[in-house]
């Protein structure tokens, strides 16, 4: 047989290794992440839950999902452990962070009143008008209505 007929084969065995391979990684690491979970902290399940573990068994752990509520679910499940600050920020609301974000839009709206006080600002119309008011207006701008030119 000729090397350049065995050449797709080869190609074709040696990418499916290369999937399973880094299929197989993300596995361990996954079961390594789940089997590094104590009673206490926070997790977030497959589904989107967030909770913290109770109790760790063989195969199940024992999640609170509200004080009070328990919930058996496998270990599979578990999507995430997550860190203490991040689920305290994602599930308490807790921030840590100095950022204010503010209630209402009067940071967007400072720039244009600095604009008012500066002389000939010319201040934006955005209220509506009628048909004859707006034609009205164009005809007294310059003296033309629409389509009247200045060629004799």
Known sequence: M???TLLPFIVLIGAMFLMT????KKQAQAAQMRNEMQP???VRTI???YATVKEIGD???LLE???GVHAVYA???????LEDSEYNRIVHGDDDSDTVVPDDASSLTEVADDAEGQE???KADLTKKDAAEAADSEVEKDGKADGETEAK
């Open 47 to 49: 589904g989107g839950m």
């Open 75 to 81: 270990k599979n499940a578990i999507g995430a452990v």
């Open 120 to 122: 000939g600002a010319a």
């Open 21 to 24: 391979r880094s299929a197989k």
């Open 59 to 61: 195969e199940t752990v």
């Open 2 to 4: 000729n090397i350049v």
């Open 65 to 67: 999902v509200a004080p």
């Open 40 to 42: 206490g902290t926070g």
